[in-house]
């Protein structure tokens, strides 16, 4: 199953029409909504016109069928994976409101994500979770509303000591990726015949 998945690639970019598959690298995702609230500190941040690119250089590297709960497990290798959309942040913390809007743009490399994918009827259920990132870039706008200098400098801070503050940003690339996922299997796979694919 490794090798069927990698021999696929090539048609990531151009999908398979006979099979009702379309084309996902770019893959694109009108709106990702994620809503954190902790200790009377809260936020929504929407991400909008996202586009998700690098799966054609992917690899799966482990796969596992779960035919009694009909569900697959695999891993996937990305040397670069690159987002980029517009965002748009409404935080409250002590009652002070804050509002932003703007670009973004983050680069993943050497890049590896668990995925599970489960049926149930007509749902497809998709989660991901990453397992490693080697490095990261991320760029966002008007974070300090237009202070150009003073953005450039929380520019480089922020891609300077990304890995201490990692696991904030870990759960919004793992909502990021599994809405690309379930929006990637509900269009494509949903109905897709796979025991007509794989065998006991």
């Not at 300077?160 to 494509?188: E, M, Y």
């Amino acid at each position: 199953m490794k090798r069927a998945f990698n021999k696929l690639r090539p048609y990531f970019k151009r999908g398979i029409p006979s099979m009702g598959i379309a084309p996902f690298d770019p893959h694109f995702a009108p709106e990702v909504k994620q809503i954190r609230s902790v200790g009377g500190m809260g936020y929504t941040l929407t991400l909008r016109n996202v586009y998700e690119r690098g799966w054609t250089q992917s690899t799966v590297t482990k796969y596992k069928t779960d035919w009694e709960n009909q569900r697959i497990i695999y891993s996937q290798y990305f040397p670069e994976k690159w987002l980029e959309g517009d965002y748009e942040f409404k935080g409250d913390a002590f009652g002070l409101g804050v509002l932003r809007m703007g670009r973004w743009n983050l680069t993943l490399r050497d890049y590896s994500q668990t995925t599970r994918i489960k049926r149930n009827g007509d749902v497809v259920d998709v989660h991901v979770e990453i397992d490693h990132i080697g490095d990261m870039d991320i760029h966002i706008g008007n974070l300090l509303q237009g202070r150009s200098i003073m953005e450039n400098v929380l520019d480089r801070i922020i891609n300077v000591s990304w890995k201490p503050g990692f696991a904030v940003i870990r759960p919004l690339i793992n909502d990021l990726v599994s809405t690309a996922f379930t929006d990637i299997w509900s269009k494509s796979f949903q109905h897709f015949p796979v025991e007509a694919f794989i065998r006991d």
